[in-house]
C-alpha cells in the first residue's frame, strides 16, 4: 500500500506561515485526487483542502482564503500553503488521495503526517 510522506510542519506563531509537501510512491496523485488531511487529539481526521486531477481545488470554510493547495502531476507530489495561520490551525497534517464525489471517504493506508503548531 501507497504511504504518503509529508514534511514542513513546525512551530510558528500566529499570523506567520508554513508550506508543508508530500511524496508518494507509484502514481497515487497522478491517478486520484489529493486532498490534505488534519487531525488533532480525540477528533476524526478532517479533509481540509483537495485538488483534483484537472487543478479543481476545494476548501473547507476554516481555511478558504488563507490555505492554497497545489499538486505537481509528475512527481506525484502535493504542496500546501498556509498563511495566517491562528492556533486552531495546530494539528498533525496528512496528505493522501481523495474522492471529490465522496468527502468524507478515507483511504484505508496513511503516512505518519507532519506537526504543526500554532503558538506565541
Known amino acids: 500500500q501507497v504511504q504518503p510522506v509529508e514534511s514542513g510542519g513546525g512551530l510558528v506563531q500566529p499570523g506567520g506561515s508554513l508550506k508543508l509537501s508530500c511524496e508518494a510512491s507509484g502514481s497515487l496523485f497522478r491517478i486520484f485526487a489529493g486532498g490534505w488531511y488534519r487531525q488533532t487529539p480525540g477528533n476524526l481526521r478532517e479533509l481540509v483542502a483537495h485538488?483534483?486531477?484537472?487543478?479543481?481545488?476545494g476548501y473547507v470554510d476554516a481555511v478558504r482564503g488563507r490555505f492554497t493547495i497545489s499538486r505537481d502531476n509528475t512527481k506525484s507530489t502535493l504542496r500546501l500553503e498556509m498563511n495566517s495561520l491562528k492556533p486552531e490551525d495546530t494539528a498533525v497534517y496528512y496528505c493522501?488521495?481523495?474522492?471529490?464525489?465522496?468527502?468524507?471517504?478515507?483511504?484505508?493506508?496513511w503516512g505518519r503526517g507532519t506537526q504543526v503548531t500554532v503558538s506565541s
Open positions: 485538488i483534483t486531477q484537472d487543478g479543481a481545488t
Open positions: 493522501n488521495a481523495m474522492d471529490p464525489y465522496d468527502l468524507t471517504w478515507r483511504p484505508p493506508s
